[in-house]
């Protein structure tokens, strides 16, 4: 597999895992668990998934 390649199934697997847990934060805020360590780890991670969304973006990428 060469470089390309492997950045191509990285950021698939990025944009899955990102709308993965955006799905799950809307289930958690709908059953009122905004306040859980599940809602937490999640928010936390789409925030660093949004940062990298972002520079790939920037640098054209996305």
Not at 19 to 48: D, F, I, M, P, V
């Amino acid at each position: 597999m060469d470089r390309l390649d492997a950045f191509e199934r990285m950021l698939a697997d990025l944009l899955r895992q990102s709308e993965y847990e955006a799905e799950q934060l809307r289930k958690l805020e709908a059953e009122g668990k905004k306040k859980t360590a599940t809602y937490r780890q999640y928010l936390g991670n789409r925030l660093l998934y949004q940062t990298m969304l972002d520079k790939y973006r920037e640098y054209g990428l996305l």
